[in-house]
């Protein structure tokens, strides 16, 4: 499945059109060279550039520039990029080798998808599942392009999948190193998610709500069921580490002369700077509603109608390649959503009662598992949606296939289970 997704996301890479915010990347390439350096006290790392944007994407691209042989821009392009956003700093072939770590990165999360998928039913459902979100035009967009959003998404398949191994495996008594390993790889995986953008805090959170279902199976013993939040403390633990090992901003204490906004920020403290992440990111969000007001979500029933209509529609499997975000509601691109809405929903309903199968069988629910991790998904997308922007609906996509991909094999294999019932008695 993984080297099937990588020749469909690399196959045609050049043709993809430029977007924007792929020059931001290309421009700040050059962080990988500090980090690769052990450069980590530069003042660079406390300059506007290393905040505004996460650092994993741009060591993922600088170190695809230098494979590939080509050299990284330097700070003034990244300053250059923020006073024209226009501007364009890569040589002929550069674009195409920095979107490779996203293809590469975009076939693990399908990889991820289908181990998902192999752990709420069987093999069938994780092939389906994972087939499913690679023909998604949204996730295939973005796995095509020099930026964050696929890398964070597929950081946080891959730290769900070790999450919900070690969870079905905790339940079921089966305890060992490799299973608590698992827990500190979803750790890492969360960690690393986060280091490509803040939505990657969605693995905690799902692991999060996995524990506390678990604690609820009250048949299952007291011991198996408190495994669950001891995993969440180790990889929150481990999450934790790993961004702040990775990411220099948080503990860089540049010396020297320094401009003044620097030297503020060298005055602060781990959690100072966490707060100024967070802070920033919210400004950020709630400038670019101003700037961008066409595609501004405001109202809690505009977030809903946007998350249905578009993230169901254009953003679902039978959407276009390339959206127009210009168009709020528009039938060409979202009428997809008529088969795809009913679908997933159907396969909620089916994974409510196949979870209610596994409980009763005294095996971990993993369908409710997956169920709640699509909710929380929607739920949190919803409520956050500041723009109608096509990579806000990324992180519904994979529940959504995983619950489509379940219900489909099952009807699938109880009408061939009939036609063939039928063949036998006639």
Known sequence: ?????????????PSEPHFVDESAYISQSFYA??????DVQSAAWLDYPAYDLPPLPKYLIGGALAL????RPGMEAARQWYRNTASRFEPPGALETARVPSAILGALGCVAVYGLGLLLRDVKTGVAASLLLMANPLYRVHARRAMSDVPAEAFVLLGLWAGLWFWREALEGR?????????????????????????GALAM????G????AAELREFPLLRRVCGFVSVLVAGAA????FGLLNPFITAHPRGPLQPEIAALARLDVLQRCRLLVRHRVEVSTGQQRLFSHNAVVTPSEKVRVTAVQGFGRFGPWGPLHDDSTRRYDVGQDRGALIWIPWVAVGACWAWFRGREQRRAGLAPTAWAILAQAVLALAIVTAYLPLAWNR?????????ALLAAGVAVAAGEQTASRIRSAWRGN
Request: some cysteine; charged content about 5%.
């Open 1 to 13: 499945m993984g080297l099937a997704a990588l020749i469909w996301f690399l196959v045609g890479l």
């Open 33 to 38: 060279d500090l980090a690769l350096r052990g």
């Open 68 to 71: 590939g042989g080509y050299d």
């Open 175 to 199: 305890l060992k190193p490799a299973t608590w390993a698992a827990a500190v790889g979803s750790g890492v995986a969360a960690g690393l998610a986060t280091l490509c953008k803040f939505n």
């Open 205 to 208: 959170i799902v692991l999060l």
């Open 210 to 213: 996995w524990a506390a279902i």
């Open 239 to 242: 999450s934790l580490a790993t």
């Open 392 to 400: 806000y609906f990324l992180s519904i996509q994979a529940g959504s």
